[in-house]
């Protein structure tokens, strides 16, 4: 049998007003456009913290529209319905595209160190050794490993993992860190994540590794009745977090205890670090890469 082809589609994308979006997707379906989606679209402003997503233009948002991409004259019909409640109008024909196969192709084998990888499992083959390989499947979960604070994270948590470690890991995301911390020996792992979407695929990664010991939490930390001390504690969530959680996490600490957090922009980090310090944590490890994105680690006497 043939692969199935399927059609182009012609999208025209509308600029209007905020307060007159209703009215204008209402004019839209009148005249036959049902397909549409609106965007805001948006920029990254640098704040004290990191980056802070913004709307690029708060007064106006944006209108996609879907129809036959030999409809030469749909644009027209557009502005003809909605007049006055349109500005810019644009028209542009797409394929149909695969998107599972396009983000598939778009994953690799991340390497971290001493041999271990994190892969996706339909690269499990790629691996250099499997018994070294931690397998994700994020969905849609940070912790793909496509991240930098991902792999300095994975990379600290290997030279600071012990056999037996109870583990903490907040805002965990799709697993990968605690699952790493259990394949290298650690006793058992808490994940911690406030996404309903991402602790849900946290199980699930979890058995694609075969580590059990893995309790997860679907709540904001701070609320959630934790059972420590804790050995390993890690923490890739950014600075105003970071903040917020230092005598939290301090609290479920134990002399000899290591921590780990990421999520810090280098212009963030020191003053961030600092805070921890305050709290009696000694700086072990200070690991930046090639881009802004800084990751800790410190330890309590």
């Known amino acids: 049998m043939d692969e199935m082809q399927f059609p182009d589609w012609q999208e ?7 307060e007159q979006q209703d009215e204008a997707l209402a004019q839209l379906v009148l005249c036959g456009f049902e397909q549409a989606w609106i965007e805001q679209p948006i920029e990254h402003l640098r704040t004290p913290d990191g980056w802070a997503p913004a709307p690029r233009d708060p007064q106006h948002v944006s209108i996609h529209l879907y129809c036959d ?18 500005g810019d109008i644009s028209a542009a024909t797409l394929p149909t595209e695969n998107w599972i196969d396009q983000w598939r192709h778009g994953r690799s084998v991340v390497a971290l160190r001493d041999g271990w ?33 991902t792999q300095d994270c994975g990379r ?12 903490l890991d907040l805002g965990a995301g799709s697993g990968v860190l605690s699952i ?10 808490v994940a911690v994540e406030i996404d309903a979407l991402a602790a849900g695929e946290i199980p699930r990664n979890a058995a ?18 934790l059972d420590g001390p804790f050995d390993l504690i890690m923490a890739n969530i950014g600075a105003g977090e970071l903040r917020r959680i230092a005598s939290f996490c301090t609290g479920l ?23 921890y310090l305050a709290l009696g944590w000694t700086l072990v490890e200070r690991v930046q890469g090639s881009t802004e994105w800084v990751t800790v680690a410190l330890r309590l006497p």
């Open 12 to 18: 025209l994308v509308l600029t209007v007003a905020v």
């Open 69 to 86: 991409p030999d409809d030469q004259q749909a644009a027209d019909r557009v502005r003809e319905a909605l007049g006055d409640l349109v």
């Open 117 to 149: 990888v994190l892969c996706p499992p339909w690269l499990l083959d790629d691996a250099p050794d499997r018994e070294r390989a931690v397998v994700i499947d994020p969905g849609l979960a940070f912790g793909a490993g496509d991240h930098p604070t």
């Open 156 to 167: 600290l948590i290997i030279s600071l993992t012990q056999p037996g470690d109870r583990v």
């Open 180 to 189: 790493l911390a259990l394949k290298l020996g650690a006793e058992s792992a």
């Open 208 to 225: 694609l590794n075969q580590v059990e010991g893995l309790t997860v939490h679907q709540a904001d930390a701070t609320q959630t009745p």
């Open 253 to 275: 600490a134990k002399p000899g205890s290591r921590l780990i957090l990421s999520g810090l922009v280098d212009w963030a980090a020191d003053e961030v670090t600092a805070g």
